[in-house]
């Protein structure tokens, strides 16, 4: 069956069973490991890709930071080697869910609200393949950072988005997408929580997102974020996974998706597993099973027989062009230009520059703050307002910043290709 065809599986709520069939256990009781096959059994079904290779350089200076640290300490705090940062600032990954953005414009067209549910869990699952080689880490944003970018689609305009850094202590990223061409937004917030756990480094993940389809009668979808782990800090090869359960639910549907991003164990199993239940008043109706970074497979009734089809593949899938303003008409503050020394040394693999550029980065904001306290001044978010519940909601596009920003996009513009600005 073809992937589509997986779409059109029955839309019968008649409960599929909770549990998958299982193999019977071999009675024979299992011989001792050896040390190699400990290894091929812990990095079974990982892709080169997703482990970090350690020069002799890399694994000293991780060996001087691990001193640093104790079990359950925060990690926010520390500062993380350059050699094992992301290229770019956290508020430009957290847009990544727009990668495939039109799975979610055209999950709206769909008037069963069971076909929706369907089609949002293949957005929110096909974003987390958008990462770089190894173990890498994005820039920690600096307080009032902002990153903006256009994600085009191909018959429904422009996806805008936009996030800010909100907060310093605790590190809080406020978000907002918008398809006014499908009156779809996307809003919500995220705060990542560091903690050492011993041979881990995770990053546990506390926020909402919010979709909102407005040609449904404004139907509200809210969503959270899985964990990331960094494994093998101490021993072992370094590898990254993500793990723990999140959900989907929309309350005007009776609609709730279960996702759970497996841990693999230490023997057996393989790693970037994902696992989903898509269930109408607590009745399941589809799973899901797969790989995120690779492909996935759903299941439902089809004619009194279990069907099983691809959903989604990673190879195959549409990638939405993203377009970000050229440097020459950012502000200071937005991301690109705000590291863009940092970004071009660790691209230049030059970790002795690469940590003078962010210490710059962060000495300036350490300033800023001591100017702040000196003055009595309080930071306030300049494109979003505190809301209920730790929600932080956009100002709009008609805001004096958000039009300031797009003023001067097209006086730069203007001066560049034409030499003249724009008539007040």
């Not at 599986?9 to 400990?38: H, Y």
């Not at 005007?252 to 693999?264: D, G, P, Q, S, V």
Request: charged share 30%; hydrophobic share 35%.
């Amino acid at each position: 069956m073809s992937s589509n065809s997986a779409l059109n599986v029955s839309n019968s709520v008649d409960e599929i069973s909770d549990t998958d069939s299982s193999s019977v256990a071999d009675e024979q009781a299992p011989r001792e490991l050896t040390k190699e096959e400990e290894q091929s059994e812990m990095f079974k079904g990982q892709s080169e890709d997703d482990i970090e290779i350690l020069n002799e350089n890399t694994k000293s200076m991780l060996m001087q930071f691990m001193g640093q640290l104790k079990i359950g300490m925060d990690l926010t705090k520390i500062p993380i080697p350059c050699d094992f940062l992301e290229p770019r600032s956290l508020l430009e990954k957290l847009t990544d869910f727009n990668t495939h953005a039109h799975l979610l414009t055209t999950a709206m067209d769909h008037d069963d609200p069971i076909q929706r549910m369907v089609n949002i869990v293949r957005w929110y699952l096909s974003g987390w393949h958008v990462k770089p080689k190894g173990v890498k880490k994005p820039y920690n944003p600096v307080l009032g950072e902002v990153f903006r970018c256009n994600y085009e689609l191909k018959s429904d305009g422009l996806m805008t988005c936009i996030g800010e850094q909100v907060s310093h202590h605790p590190p809080k990223s406020a978000i907002y997408a918008e398809c006014k061409q499908k009156k779809l937004v996307l809003e919500g917030w995220y705060y990542p929580r560091s903690k050492f756990l011993g041979n881990s480094a995770a990053s546990i993940s506390e926020g909402i997102l919010k979709i909102s389809f407005g040609s449904r009668d404004n139907e509200v979808y809210t969503a959270t974020w899985p964990s990331v782990y960094a494994r093998g800090v101490i021993f072992g090869k370094l590898i990254m996974e993500m793990a723990g359960k999140t959900k989907i639910e929309c309350k005007k549907t009776n609609m709730l998706a279960e996702i759970e991003f497996k841990a693999k164990p230490f023997f057996g199993g393989e790693y970037n597993v994902v696992s989903a239940k898509i269930k109408h008043k607590k009745k399941t109706l589809y799973q899901i099973r797969g790989k995120w970074n690779d492909k996935l497979y759903i299941k439902g009734k089809d004619s009194d027989k279990e069907t099983e089809s691809l959903f989604f593949e990673v190879k195959a899938a549409e990638v939405v062009p993203k377009h970000v303003p050229p440097l020459e008409v950012q502000r200071d503050n937005e991301s690109r230009k705000l590291w863009l020394n940092l970004t071009k040394a660790i691209k230049q693999n030059d970790v002795q520059l690469a940590a003078i550029e962010k210490d710059k980065v962060e000495t300036t904001q350490r300033n800023q703050k001591k100017e702040r306290e000196k003055s009595g001044e309080v930071h306030k978010p300049k494109l979003f307002k505190p809301g209920p519940e730790d929600f932080w909601t956009f100002i709009g596009f008609d805001s004096d910043e958000w039009k300031e920003l797009q003023q001067k996009n097209l006086e730069e513009e203007l001066l560049k290709k034409y030499g003249v600005k724009p008539q007040q």
